[in-house]
């Protein structure tokens, strides 16, 4: 496994509950800014092997990208409250220790 994948994972198995993070700012966090897609495979890919946390990682506009699944309703019961298909980031958003806001 990748130092990239490695952090992507201890990242996403860190975001606490009730709050999301997006692909690109996981990204980012993991060292390669313009890796949000590598973020998606790995997510997609290592789920569950992992235990991650798939349902808190949202698009940068706040919406779920994920179709046909329990995406909301597992942040619902985490919390997250979403308006009109959105998650407010400014909220919910959580920033890892050691890194900036985006």
Sequence with gaps: MNLFTERVIRIIQGIPTGHVMTYGQVAAAAGSPRGARQVV???????????????????????????????????????????????DLTIYRWFPPDTEEE
């Design 41 to 87: 495979r790995i997510l997609h890919s290592m789920s569950e092997k992992y235990h991650l946390p798939w349902h808190r990682i949202i698009n940068i506009k706040g919406e779920i990208s994920l179709t046909g699944g329990d995406q909301q309703e597992l942040l619902e019961m985490e919390g997250v409250r979403l308006n009109n298909g959105k998650v």
